[in-house]
């Protein structure tokens, strides 16, 4: 990452560029001190060095071995967004976001690699994470500073993530919040329950059509722990639809369930522009319900309380 130096800002500290211009967090902006990967003009150098116009200032981020090599798949993918910082994919279900023993050859990364063309260099950088089983939009950085920035807004009114869910069940009262610590299940390798000694977990939903005993559900998340929203559904007595892990898998929707990453509003971290993205329902889940109209906006002013409430 590279910054140059305005009329502006001649005679400021680096370490003022590094936090206010260019964004570098107290930690981050630390350890690269230490490691020498902050430079000026090419040449390392103290945080508290003066600066003057025209300079160039580096930040050289630390990159993690790639633990296996890669392989490409050639699946087509659908980008409703992408840029130099970032890509923003539309997920299918099932697949696996990441590799990994199980999915060494046909997972989402996989196919990232594959579509910017297999560079060399390529480390995958998820800034929001699916399930194998979920649909939807899907943050990705194509680089360290950007994935940085990114995760710096998760769980922020600039990053804001809002789910569409089919459920066994309807959800009484038909909106609300539910806000239950979510722990990992005892002697359990996968499973999480909702338990007084897990983490703090906050999600907001309401209902939007009903019928036949299942619900239309929309959910943003405050915070962002491992299958909250499948396991907060069936806390409240609505597992989501097909979730064969918390609730009953159904042929329907062979290898997924009724869970869709339908809404991404972010901040771009280097422009400042509102991104708003939206993904419809796919089918094969809409046809678990009734048709008929939303009793709701699919995305209605005020319907949640702001994110970071």
């Known amino acids: 990452m590279e910054y140059i130096v305005t009329e502006a800002e001649e005679g400021r500290r680096l370490r003022d560029i590094l936090r206010r211009s260019m964004g570098v967090s107290y930690s981050a902006m630390k350890s690269a001190k230490w490691d020498e990967r902050i430079l000026l003009d090419g040449t390392p150098a103290r945080v508290d060095a003066v600066v003057h116009a025209g300079q160039a ?60 063309g297999c560079p060399k260099d390529f480390i995958y950088r998820p800034v929001n994470r699916l399930d194998r089983g979920t649909s939807g939009l899907m943050a990705i950085a194509k680089t ?26 309807v959800p009484n009262p038909p909106a609300g919040t539910i806000d239950a610590p979510i722990a990992k299940e005892e002697a359990a390798s996968v499973r999480r329950v909702v338990c007084p000694r897990g983490q703090p977990s906050v999600t907001h939903y309401e209902t939007l059509r009903t019928g036949n005993g299942r619900a239309l559900v929309r959910l943003r998340l405050e915070t962002g722990r491992t299958h909250q929203i499948r396991v907060h559904m069936k806390h409240i007595g609505c597992p989501v639809c097909g979730d064969f892990l918390y609730g009953t898998e159904l042929p329907e929707v062979p290898g997924r369930f009724a869970l869709h990453s339908a809404e991404l ?40 309380p702001p994110a970071g409430r």
């Open 57 to 116: 200032v580096t930040m050289l981020w630390p990159e993690p071995l790639p633990a296996y090599q890669l392989r490409p798949y050639d699946l087509p993918l659908n980008i409703p967004y992408e840029d130099e910082h970032l890509l923003i994919v539309d997920k299918i279900a099932p697949l696996a976001s990441q590799s990994s023993a199980g999915h060494p050859d046909d997972s989402l990364e996989n196919a990232v690699f594959s579509y910017l």
């Open 265 to 304: 509003v972010l901040r771009h971290p280097f422009t400042g522009e509102t991104l708003h993205l939206i993904s419809p329902l796919p089918e094969p889940l809409g046809a678990l319900l009734p048709q008929g109209p939303l009793s709701a906006s699919p995305a209605p002013e005020g319907a949640f």
């Open 144 to 169: 360290p500073h950007a994935q940085h920035r990114l995760q710096q807004l998760i769980h922020t009114e600039a990053f804001q993530r809002i789910y569409l869910a089919v459920t066994e069940g």
